[in-house]
């Protein structure tokens, strides 16, 4: 078979705030979205022409992004949305589909995750991805620049004449040292976004993600739900590499970890720590954590490796309570 991927681009929208209202406006906080940069490095990897419109940070209006995917012409575009952007997502799924019918729709993120079947049935959506991207969407470009089936992918559901596919589910991955580091470079600027005030200043600032899922099990949390109980940890070198690329390439000096809690596994974050040192690394970050799992020593060696600030999830002081939704005690 022909092999296709030159002609097949992939192109990952992240949809503008209030498109669906024709009110659009840059967010005052905005942050790079990692799971697209993820996945579109990841396609590329895979030989893939990839692109990503970063549309919400940048507030653009939907002729402008009708423009972007004029100019590129992709054969597949993905969109990522959490619950309150889905309404965008489907407006530009449509634009999308007025653009060229025949460009093949992604949907995914944790509203889809969440709701697969319910993004499926969108018109303008073709595919919905459960779960983590990455393989999914290499598949599915393999697949629109081969035969054009998808019934092999797993962890979709696929819109087809009014009715709903599920394919088998996609096990979780396990070997994040393998995945190619985030397309920081498909990117605006790092300079362009402006993180949470707790998170870093305006400027040389990036998110960084050292593992996927949580060991813990909060009622009120969707991380468990999204990415598994089991904390699929990257190793302390590889997280430190990125720590290190991304510093020395884009000039970022300012990091935040956005796992549910990064500490969870004392022996990986002290040889994160120590690399940091070793490597002469002059960057400040934060990270989350709980409280019932630091101790003196792991808090004296963090700050001296760049760590600023931690935050604790409190959630509610009432005992009962905690003990319900957290499992953890006020001490």
């Not at 990257?234 to 690329?245: I, M, Y």
């Amino acid at each position: 078979m022909k092999d296709n991927k030159s002609d097949c681009g992939a192109l990952f929208i992240t949809p503008s705030r209030w498109l669906w209202k024709n009110e659009v406006e840059r967010p005052w906080i905005s942050t790079q979205p990692l799971g697209l940069a993820y996945i579109a490095a990841a396609v590329r990897q895979a030989g893939f022409p990839t692109q990503v419109i970063d549309a919400y940070s940048l507030g653009l209006p939907a002729a402008e992004i009708r423009a972007r995917i004029k100019d590129f012409r992709p054969r597949v575009v993905g969109i990522s949305a959490m619950t309150p952007q889905w309404p965008d997502a489907e407006i530009v799924a449509g634009i999308v589909k007025s653009v060229d019918p025949g460009i093949l729709t992604v949907a995914g993120g944790p509203h889809v995750t969440a709701l697969p079947d319910k993004a499926a049935s969108h018109p303008d959506v073709d595919i919905a991805v459960i779960g983590e991207g990455e393989q999914s969407m290499v598949e599915i470009c393999e697949a629109m620049a081969g035969d054009g089936s998808f019934d092999a992918v797993s962890g979709i559901v696929i819109g087809k004449d009014g009715a709903l596919i599920t394919t088998s589910a996609r096990a979780r991955y396990t070997e994040l040292d393998k995945l190619p580091f985030p397309a920081h470079d498909l990117l605006p600027q790092s300079a362009f976004y402006n993180p949470f005030p707790a998170w870093g200043k305006k400027g040389n600032f990036s998110c960084i993600i050292s593992g996927r899922g949580c060991p813990y099990n909060c009622r009120f949390c969707d991380v468990t739900s999204q990415q598994g109980k089991r904390y699929r940890l990257r190793s302390a070198e590889n997280v430190v590499d990125e720590l290190s690329w991304v510093n020395a390439t884009f000039g970022v000096t300012q990091f935040s970890f956005r796992d549910p809690s990064m500490i969870c596994n004392r022996r990986r974050l002290l040889e994160i720590c120590r690399l940091i040192g070793e490597r002469g690394l002059d960057i400040a970050w934060t990270c989350n954590a709980r409280a019932n799992e630091v101790d003196p020593e792991m808090l004296a060696v963090m700050k001296k490796a760049g760590c600023r600030l931690m935050q604790y999830g409190i959630e509610v002081g009432n005992a009962r309570m905690l003990k319900e939704i957290k499992n953890i005690t006020r001490e």
